[in-house]
């Protein structure tokens, strides 16, 4: 926390008189106290409020602290708090921190790692594709070309500060990338339909495999390390969090019902994984960076 000492017993804008027992002397006069701006990322105000102000009063009451917490809109990622003793300060903190990590557990990721994955003729497939499909599926279930990609891995990023965490990560692991592909481009292509669950007539997700040009796992490499170097970094929970895992399933979706609202929530794929369907390779690739993007909302994919 940030710390600053008041050497009156007021806030410059509060009036003179004392607003809990915790600050009368044995004078009559408020003591001095200090200041503190305890980091908090603005999301999770709310959880320390609780409803109705019920979680606030109890923690002020249990650490003998008062907590000036930003209004919604003002978005500001700490919270002030008013102490008279080292102890109670880190009693508080213990007890926000822990509210905030509970909630953080509950909470969906917000953000991913991706590989993209783009060439003129996968453009031209995916087009294709959508053309093929327009009679099985609603449009908005289909990936939009510009944003094929591989996911490293997801994360739960709720502050600026956060998302510079992440970004910083990522260009601290970029020197390591071409020792883990050998100097050597990663060339492939994307080939074969495949589903996540063994039933065809009831899917969610459709997605294609890669196959790199030299037969090799560097693409797979490159994902496990880069997850394993975020772990490290404190940024994924692996263990708590079951949207991550230790070993990456790489592939690149091409339908999701999820993207979208309308329609059923899933479709049946048997024609598109039959050996008659005519589009099952949608052309080679060279992956050349890997990026931070934000999670869409649906309504904003709608």
């Known amino acids: 926390a940030v710390v600053s000492t008041q050497s009156t017993g007021v806030y410059e804008d509060e009036p003179n008189t004392c607003q809990s027992a915790k600050e009368n002397g044995s004078n009559g006069k408020c003591a001095d106290f200090m200041t503190a701006e305890m980091p908090t990322p603005s999301y999770f105000h709310k959880f320390v409020v609780g409803r109705g102000g019920t979680v606030k009063k109890r923690l002020e009451n249990e650490t003998g602290t008062e907590m000036t917490i930003p209004k919604p ?14 102890d109670s300060l880190a009693s508080l903190e213990i007890r926000v921190d822990s509210i905030v990590e509970s909630a953080r557990k509950r909470e969906r990721p917000t953000h991913f790692i991706s590989i993209p994955v783009y060439s003129s003729t996968i453009t031209q497939n995916l087009r ?27 994360l739960k990023l709720f502050s600026k500060k956060e998302i510079e965490q992440a970004i910083a990560a990522l260009n601290e692991f970029a020197p390591r990338i071409p020792y883990i592909l050998c100097g050597k481009p990663l060339r492939g292509t994307l080939k074969n339909l495949e589903i996540m669950n063994d039933e065809p007539e009831s899917v969610r997700v459709l997605y294609c ?12 490499q490159l994902a496990d390390q880069c997850l394993d170097f975020l772990i490290e970094k404190g940024l994924v929970d692996a263990e708590s969090d079951t949207h991550n895992r230790r070993d990456v399933k790489l592939h690149c979706t091409l339908i999701n019902t999820r993207w979208n609202s309308e329609g059923p929530p899933t479709i049946d794929a048997t024609e598109m994984l039959s050996d008659d369907w005519e589009l099952k390779n949608f052309g080679d690739f060279v992956l050349e960076r890997m990026e931070l993007n934000a999670i869409e909302k649906r309504a904003q994919r709608e």
Do not use: C, M, N
């Not at 959508?130 to 490293?152: M, S």
């Open 73 to 86: 809109h003002e978005r500001k990622d700490s919270i002030k708090v008013k102490y008279w003793d080292e």
């Open 128 to 154: 294709k594709f959508e053309d093929l499909v327009r009679e099985l599926i609603h449009p908005h279930h289909v990936q939009i070309p510009g944003k094929l990609h591989f996911t490293v891995t997801v």
């Open 209 to 220: 495999d890669v196959v790199l040009a030299d037969d090799s796992d560097r693409l797979q």
